[in-house]
């Protein structure tokens, strides 16, 4: 009967170790696997009058499937990251684009920063003189912008081309 019972035990203990949660570690595989998003600025290109302010806006957008949560990190002209903001989807303004510079909005999925799932780069373009880029019309309406070489007004949800 000890033999039988020091059998079955060993078995038991052989049976239960390696991964702890086969299942828990497949089911993280296929939700990174899962993972979609994608992450959207607009407009892509920021004009912004050097004569009346330093600044300009755009809007970034991002949405995901698959994933609890998602990060939206962005890069200065190149240089190390840093944290946007945080949430499976949603819009943020960013309000401090300025000229010269080249900013890149980076989706990753979940807090591990490690599954990149889509970026949007911003360019921030300066001009002197006017309210208007050069060919636009004196001014747009309220919500409305011109961009460089067109010479209509178009709604703030379009980029420029």
Not at 34 to 54: E, K, Q
């Amino acid at each position: 009967m000890k033999r039988i019972l020091t059998f079955v035990l060993a078995v038991f203990v052989l049976g239960c170790s390696g991964s702890e949660s086969p299942e828990l570690e497949e089911l993280g595989q296929q939700s990174s696997e899962l993972a979609a998003g994608y992450v959207t600025a607009s407009p892509s290109t920021v004009r912004i009058n050097l004569d009346r302010t330093n600044t300009g806006t755009t809007n970034v957008c991002w949405s995901t499937t698959g994933v609890s949560t998602a990060e939206v990190w962005l890069s200065l002209n190149g240089q190390s990251e840093v944290l946007f903001t945080r949430a499976p989807s949603g819009c943020a303004d960013a309000t401090w684009i300025t000229a010269g510079n080249v900013f890149e909005f980076r989706l990753y999925a979940e807090m591990t920063h490690t599954t990149l799932l889509g970026f949007a780069t911003v360019v921030g373009e300066g001009y002197r003189g006017g309210t208007q880029p050069p060919g636009c019309p004196s001014s747009c309406i309220p919500n409305y912008h011109c961009c460089v070489g067109e010479r209509f007004c178009k709604p703030n949800t379009q980029a420029c081309n």
